[in-house]
């Protein structure tokens, strides 16, 4: 079952290059369509200024599309009225990168939990309580954590605090957004055990954003790349992990680090750094930097087409194309 | 070039001490370690485990409340630590260089690119300020700046995280080091920039014969760019020896955890062999192993007494009572298989 469905998704803000500079228009994210299926993952994964956070907040709610919708549901974000607003903000909850700056220093843990249930139900003090005390005992912390402040938590206790904070209204999809990167090493696997315990305890739904690529492989049944504002590459993960198809996706995957020192990989280092967003590059984003552009790269925008069980937006691909796609 | 070690640290200790000396911190605690010339280290730990207090320790650039209270840092034959700060001051720069993890915090956001790379040439070889920017310019193409000329003039907000860093580089390498020490150069920068500063890393340290110290937390770098490998734990090494032997046969039980605690891209979906519990408070160690209270195969003795260092073999050493020779350097192995 379908939960959310973006379908050509866009935000678009205005900015200014320098003070006087002329104004332009960044494309954060651009045209991008994707689905969240009930009970699984999807990882988002990018450099910085791919979109990925920016397509985070339109799923969020905190910010409107410029262009495309989101469905939850099978009803469409624009057109809900007061009442399914409400339930769609209720039903979509995230966890943040930072426990740090997540949770307020000056209010309990019983406090932070039940934030969301004393503005989002009427709910009798006791029955907050009960329902805090069970979230506490969900994520593995103590009952005893309800009546402490954040300071006297660690960086994972934390973000099991904000984990039960995300759950306490029973959400169907979470927005996790480098849940991990923030923790200690020895501490992320204890956090996405809990995750995927929680996921299939409860049914729930994440989109999990991250930029460490054998984590999101490891915890995303679908996997979409983004560059500058744009899906590259989409399907299911191990087919991406295993045999990227984008040369982007190539490179991304062969600079992911290896678990082992014997482990030899073939290195693609790309050459120049991910262009500024306020003047992409024409045509397909990547072609300064793509190893395998042709004169079709610059001048054309590759749609994403089905190669081998995923969708690339690659010219290499295309039915009509003339060149030998790499391995 | 000679075989013994360009660097060799002997008991090193660096505490941490309050003003009312109520409180000590022993953020480093007799490590012994060792890097030959030509050679990459890797120092490996958790947030608070030692290895930048190492690092800072191997420069004398402590804050003030740290003491280094015993042991001793040669370095080509010569004990860092019984040198004046003059002397120190020769050798920063010069013949030790650091790289921080973010560029932006040690590039000087006032001064031209040409400037903070001639600096350390203008103050170690006193050359001339037109020869030093000659000299620049180089550093700038040897580390694949495009366009040196114009960069040279350039200040640091205009130039991406990964030129910064490549720049930061630049200014380590301008004096020709024999030792480059690099805490977590890359983690501020993104994936497919990580892996063009590592190639750049490993590309000047073939050119120049130059050893290398990779502080990280990441044992993916380490798989990828190091010989021997150094890990530490609530500021101790507790286990060092070659990086392949490591990474095939773990002996202390906190290597072993942690590297069967990160997700690999083969194996999908499995459940993570996650470490219980949190890392210590180094103000209140356990009378133990710092270890023991989240270690699967601690037994009595690891929370009676710290074991010392032993040395299953010629090239590893290990502080872990399983490794004691009575204990039988592979039991711990055995037992921890089982659980």
Same mark, same amino acid.
């Given at each position: ?50 979109? +990925?956070?920016?397509?985070? +907040? ?5 910010? #409107? ?16 009225? #007061? ?6 903000? +209720? ?130 049944? #679908? ?25 982007? #996706? ?78 | ?131 030093? &920017? ?186 872990? &009572? ?18």
């Amino acid at each position: 079952m379908v939960v959310l469905e973006a379908e050509r998704l866009s935000k678009h803000f205005h900015a200014r290059a320098g003070f006087f500079g002329d104004r332009g228009m960044v494309r954060a994210v651009d045209g991008v369509s994707f689905t969240i299926e009930g009970g699984r993952t999807l990882g988002v994964v990018g450099e910085s200024g791919c979109g +990925k956070t920016t397509t985070a +907040k339109l799923v969020l709610g905190l910010e #409107t599309p410029s262009g495309g919708g989101i469905r939850f549901e099978g009803c469409d974000l624009q057109a809900l009225d #007061t009442a399914g607003r409400r339930h769609y903000r +209720k039903s979509v909850q995230a966890v943040f990168q930072d426990p740090y700056a997540s949770l307020n220093p000056r209010m309990r843990i019983s406090a932070i939990i039940a934030e969301p249930l004393i503005t989002n139900e009427s709910l009798e003090p006791s029955a907050v309580r009960k329902r805090v005390l069970q979230l506490l005992d969900l994520v593995g912390l103590p009952s005893r954590s309800a009546d402490l402040f954040p300071h006297e938590f660690s960086g994972g206790q934390r973000q099991r605090i904000a984990i039960a904070r995300a759950l306490a209204l029973s959400p169907k999809l979470v927005v996790l957004d480098e849940p991990v990167s923030a923790l200690d090493v020895s501490i992320r696997a204890q956090i996405l055990n809990l995750l995927r315990d929680l996921q299939v305890q409860l049914g729930l739904s994440y989109m999990f954003i991250a930029h460490d690529l054998a984590a999101v492989a490891h915890m995303s049944h #679908t996997i979409a790349v983004m560059y500058l504002g744009r899906i590259v590459e989409s399907g299911e993960a191990q087919t991406v992990a295993r045999s990227p198809k984008h040369p982007y #996706t190539q490179a991304l995957f062969s600079a992911a680090l290896p678990s082992h020192p014997n482990e030899h990989q073939e290195e693609i280092i790309l050459a120049g750094e991910v262009p500024s967003p306020l003047r992409p590059p024409s045509g397909c984003h990547f072609h300064p930097r793509c190893p395998h552009a042709m004169e079709r790269c610059a001048q054309q925008q590759p749609r994403l087409i089905g190669v081998e069980h995923r969708l690339v937006a690659c010219h290499l691909y295309a039915a009509d194309s003339t060149a030998t796609a790499p391995k | 070039m000679s075989t013994g070690p360009l660097l060799e640290l002997v008991n090193l200790s660096t505490h941490f001490i309050s003003e009312r000396g109520s409180r000590i911190v022993r953020a480093v605690d007799e490590v012994s370690l060792q890097i030959k010339a030509g050679e990459t280290l890797g120092i490996v730990g958790e947030s608070g485990s030692g290895k930048t207090t190492l690092a800072l320790t191997i420069l004398r650039l402590l804050p003030q409340a740290a003491r280094i209270c015993s042991g001793r840092m040669m370095f080509q034959g010569e004990d860092l630590l019984q040198k004046s700060d003059a002397e120190m001051r020769r050798v920063r720069g010069k013949r030790i260089a650091m790289i921080l993890q973010d560029p932006m915090a040690s590039l000087n956001p006032l001064f031209t690119i040409g400037d903070q790379v001639a600096e350390p040439i203008r103050v170690h070889e006193g050359s001339g300020r037109a020869a030093a &920017w000659r000299r620049a310019r180089e550093l700038l193409k040897a580390v694949h700046i495009p366009s040196p000329e114009t960069r040279l003039n350039q200040h640091p907000h205009e130039m991406s995280g990964g030129m910064r860093q490549r720049i930061v580089g630049a200014i380590g390498m301008s004096c020709e080091p024999r030792l480059l020490i690099a805490d977590e150069p890359t983690t501020s920068l993104d994936l497919t920039i990580q892996a063009q500063y590592l190639k750049l890393l490993r590309e000047l340290q073939r050119a120049h014969g130059l050893a290398l110290i990779f502080i990280t937390h990441n044992l993916g770098i380490v798989a990828k760019m190091c010989d021997q490998l150094a890990v530490m734990y609530a500021g101790r090494v507790v286990e060092s020896g070659p990086v392949t032997r490591i990474f095939d046969a773990p002996a202390h039980p906190y290597t072993r955890a942690l590297l069967s605690s990160i997700p690999r891209m083969g194996d999908p979906r499995q459940r993570l062999a996650a470490i219980d519990g949190q890392p210590p408070d180094l103000a209140a160690l356990p009378p133990g192993c710092a270890f023991a209270p989240r270690c699967p195969t601690a037994f009595d003795r690891c929370r009676a007494a710290p074991p010392p260092e032993f040395a299953p073999d010629d090239s590893r050493r290990v502080r872990c &009572w399983l490794a004691a020779p009575g204990a039988g350097p592979l039991d711990g192995q055995v037992r921890g298989g089982a659980g």
